[in-house]
């Protein structure tokens, strides 16, 4: 993956940018000791690395204001850090850039029951929104699987989904508003309490924006009633495509599930290894989720198990317990550790029409024959958001390679079946140039006007998202 | 001008050597009278691609919403959102289209639980100022790649481009619906029940208070979840709640979405975006009739012809937006609130890039 080279002259001044950064923060606040960047050197996307030129870590959006300001005027890049858990590179610096992370950031601002809203500053971490309001019976819908760290900073730039947005939405379905800081400094809110924008949808272009358009310090989310109770069934087939045409039966039954999960062989096997969840031995597994009472979720269960019944399951078996619903998801959430314990692997992230389910499934198949390597399939069926893991051997030369070149083939497949590249992780550096595929010049170009508009002199993480070639232009101006 | 493709919209676009007022069915026109060509994007109409299975359907934006809502009506899903249909109220005619509710961001009363129409749209086809055609999002739900210009297309009022195409995610429509209809009581009352009952687990998805004074609160689902939902509810909240279902229900929540009680009335329309609780005070400061949607979240007011009630409202944590106006308040009033600065520069700064030579619907946003 390549990286722009660093611009000398702004190497050549850390140590002005640094001396007026120490004016501006605590000396807790910045980090210039080589060791202690160097925990910031990566996200979870490890495989690449750079020793920032400094990180600033402000306690307030008046902080992060005052940095922005002065690394505007020195033109000095910034890169934006949540928690640090992107696994598309979204975090990783620059030699020349700076980071500014929002960890010391993590104060609740206000809980409000009435309005069913939430404001936190940003560093806060997704699990610790929920975490704030459950005792009272409320909850935060998106529900990434790094929830127990990754921050809310991080899941507005990247806009997280989670295991649940079928029902409840990703991340900018859940947003209400923001304060964000522009790269020149300027402050403004977008959004708020209230339920929609007073003139262009701001906040909707700023969600997902992978920290390039602003700095989000502050956030009002929508929290929810929990409901009364959740219960999944399991079910088995003998093959992908049964698998996939139940999923679409169900759905076009008129049921909504919270989830529904997909798993196929050799996704089964690792997580029954690892987890011993009892799973079947079988081509493809389905964990269907439904929320409610009782009764609620019995009708709902009994109508999911009579359109499986149809499509000849080898297992279906319903949860009667909170022991045997844990037991279920137990396999299902173990999958990413089963896989870390057997290698090293890539996780994708492309999204595909449900329909092209069963003809994705095989050509992953095929072209994991092609590559020599092999590829576990987990995702969330519902909204057709594929996990594809390739495993590979980092220690074994051009493994890596090999594993990237079959993760661009696959995600490329995505588009051509009518999908995006990604569904939820976001673009970062990892998928920055395949933007192509999916998108004609004219929609980056679109997409960058927008940049032009927020961060004319385009400071804010500016090798991420396009093409590093699309983008070179503006980001030498 | 009607072009019949999206190829001829660009044409038309890029030849246009003065303003252009960009229209779908004409339904929903706000704000000034538009200056400048009509440019009708009717000719554009047609479903191109229908997914039930994957709940979702991509639509061409001069489609009509009724040959829309038919189609997905026939294999028993709808849009999420309940867009609203303008006619009665702005005693306006013509057929509402796809594009139109879209530029609009219509969103009934289901968007306190459904989300609004930029939470149900996931992929747009537009035509910008300089004719050049642009897509993004696609046709899954689930979509992270790039930026989100989907969300910003919703609710631009057709200013940044013309769309052509739209995705959307759907729902199935559900069996059974019911209605609990309280007692008369006052905003204040009325907001706080509201509230309580939007923050039970019976996922209320429609909560308005009417002219009448009465609470109206409706639940959706299967026939039996929502007998049981609706009592629960009811021992939830007590009082007396009359029941309503089938038609009745389903009658009445079309009256709240059109705002058919200040349709024919005279007087100018305001819609009040609004912080829940900070409702009963917004009300008190418009001292007009009102009604609320959206748990008090969304306020119609009907006030005299002429008035600012902008300035009467003073500052507040949300906007007001001019709906219906004489022709002397709306020459008098800007349509949309004015944004902080810093905001505007940022609206102003988009409309600079998407729209360069400002011909689409130029004046509208500001």
Known sequence: MEMPVPNPAILAKRNRVLARLATILPGEALISDEAERRAYECDALTAYRCVPMAVALPASTGEVAAILRICHEEGVPVVPRGSGTSLAGGALPTEDSIILGVARLREVLEVNYPDRYIRVQTGITNLAVTGEVEGDGFFYAPDPSSQLACAIAGNIAMNSGGAHCLKYGVTTNNLLGVTMVLMDGTVVELGGAHLDAAGYDLMGLVCGSEGQLGVVTEATLRILPKPEGAR?????????????????????????????????????????????????????????EVEGSEAEIDEQLGLIMQIARRHNPVELRESQSEEESKKIWLGRKSAFGAMGQINDYMCLDGTIPVSSLPFVLRRIGEMSTEFGLDVANVFHAGDGNMHPLILFDANKPGDLERCEALGAEILKLCVEAGGCLTGEHGVGIEKRDLMSVQFAPEDLEAQMRIKDVFDPRWLLNPAKVFPLAASAARRAA | MRPASEDELSEMVRAARGPLVVRGGGTRALGRPGIGDLLETGGLSGITLYEPGALTVVVRAGTPLADLEAALHAEGQRLPFEPMDMRALLGSSGIPTVGGMVASNASGPRRVQAGACRDSLIGVRLVDGTGTVIKNGGRVMKNVTGYDLVKLMAGSWGTLGVLTECSFKLLPVPAAEVTLLGDEVSPQQAVQIMGQALGTPYEVNGAAWGANGRVALRIEGFAEQVAYRGAALRAALGGTWEMLDGEASADLWRGIRDVKAFAGQAGDVWRISVRPSDAPEMVARAGCPVAMDWGGGLIWALCASGRDLRADLGAFRGHATLIRGSEATRAALPVFQPEAAPVAALAQGLRARFDPRGVLNPGLMG
């Open chain 1, 232 to 288: 999944p069934v399991l079910i088995g087939f003998d093959s992908n495509e049964v698998a996939g045409a139940c999923v679409s039966d169900i759905i076009k039954a008129g049921v909504l599930p919270v989830a529904i999960e997909f798993m196929d062989r050799p996704c089964i096997r690792a997580c029954e290894d690892f987890a011993k969840a009892g799973y079947p031995d079988c081509e493809a597994l389905l964990i269907v």
